[in-house]
DNA sequence: TTGTAAGCGTTATCAT
DNA sequence: ATGATAACGCTTACAA
């Protein structure tokens, strides 16, 4: 079993440098030649030692997937799972591999982002729902690595993808409001993620594009989890609102949860919309009436553009927005008028 | 800002060899070298480069985590994510990296299972959830690769950690026995892993234990997923079980479900217990009596068995196995008699 | 205690 | 078209 080049030339009578030259698809090489050195690879079974190769080519084909810890709900959010498979795939199939890195504390943050980035282990990053003030966004800047950002960053030379969750979130306003709703609430999610100030604006405009003014008390403060979800519903039940926009998916469980325990029905008592489609909105009860955000794509698309970033560096800021699609299931409905 | 090892040297007046013991913590340097040395180090801002470390250590401190893709509720069932960052902090603990591998298609096993293993990237290796058979076992046990399983296999040289599936489910049934049940079903998880084997086998033994006759008919089988426990469920309540041992958190939040079309109410008509004690199940209704599973110590415990085979290899197989506790919540009542 | 020098397994440059 | 040979940046005998 060779397991370097030079074994694998010696088996076919070549020179070192040629069999590197085929393994590496290089012209120059006369097809008998080609065909001989193959014939020596695979009856030996020689693979090459990524590393070896990696220290002359500057290229390790491994990306990382950072994912700052500030994400409290990374476990129960099938979100992140749903971005790390669709990177993963998108990976596998240009023959890159995935690192995972998850910052725990923000002390080995520090530690973690020297030890891999700064040791070149990575050729390049993807960064996962970092908060809009990140300090790992203005290292990677600041070093030069080629990243790219899963949502929007404000920073504006920053490569990003992400979906239009102003566009998405007056999509599911609209339809509110057009099921006659007036007094409509929100649960925002976190105001230090352009995730949730974009829902957050979408909300506003959605109103103001309608003539409805604002109720600040119609607006509560949620951090995409569950629970806060459900505490949100609850402080927002004494505005009294008949429909409910909520950031995400996750955090209407949790509403729904507390307005079952209020007693309060959907969408009979109560219509509410959410945002992300993740499996389980179509299982709660009812199924919910959400926007779907194409998860796996962007994260696919966020692979791509990091691929090429690193394949051909220096073009102009790729700021890729996706859309996305309103998906009418069972937790709205007609506001019965109560003056007609 | 020095970039190798013979910039810093050159920095400090000592020869690269003296710089890289001083990195290494070698003992044989002189304390005032050592100092001079750290200095020229933190003054040019140098980071060794990790590949070409690797290339003469034979070590990229990089482990995988290889999730055969048969698992089709990754997304949904939470067990992935938690196990993920059990295992990332586990490695980051340690200085390692983990690089993730989802084999989608039994196509590209073969592929990323040679650009991975046998190009020598990976240091060694923990299988998450792998079928019984899965062929990936074999070829690392062929190719000599440091590895643990998630799970335990029937091939006794594996490295595993696990828990007791066994005890744990027979926990679940002793208390709902103890509550007065005799009719209890089940429904199993997949026959081809030995957590659903393990689940399923505890279930009888418990029925065994207390001399009460296993009836084929309350036996269904599920794969772990939310959508066959709703199936499985509908199937069983054709044999009018008076309380049901579910296979998994997430198949028994399907099972709640079809209960909840059927009109039947939980724990009054039918008592419920599973496995898992996912954070979902202390958020359904009713929360749910369940086996807890140590997630994230099975994770952690798979990662340092890895590291300490990395580091000292060939002693014994370890196997590990995890205690589980059950966690008595609200889908669980007596059973009234209705015969006295 | 420190320095010299020989690899590690590739790719890339330059002759031939 | 092919083969020497010099990097790549580090660790590690071996010498001094």
Redesign the interface.
Known sequence: MARTLEEVARLAGVSRSTVSRVINDHPNVRAETRELVWEAIRGSGY??????R??VTKR?Q?VG?VIPEVVTN???D?F???L??GA??AC?EH?Y??????F?SSA?RQE?Y???V????LDGVIVASAAVEDPLISDLLRDGVPFVSVGRSPIERVHSVDVDSVGGTQMAMGHLIRLGHRRIGTIAGRPDMTAGQDRLEGYRRALGSHGIAVDEDLIVEGDFT?SSGMAGMQRLLRAEPSAVFVASDMMA??AL?AL?QAGLRVPEDISLTSFDDI??AS?T?PPLTTVRQPIGRMAALAVETLLDLIEAPGSGPRRIVLPTELVIRESCSKKEVVNP
Chains 1, 2 share one sequence.
């Not at 693979?47 to 070896?52: M, S």
């Not at 700064?118 to 282990?121: C, E, L, V």
């Open positions: 693979r090459p030692h990524a590393v070896a990696s220290l390790t491994i997937m990374l476990f129960t099938p992140f799972p749903i790390l498979r993963t795939e596998n023959g591999q995935l690192m995972l890195s998850l725990s080995d973690i020297q030890g891999l700064r040791n070149a282990y569950e469980v949790g949860r079952r499996p389980m299982a009860e």
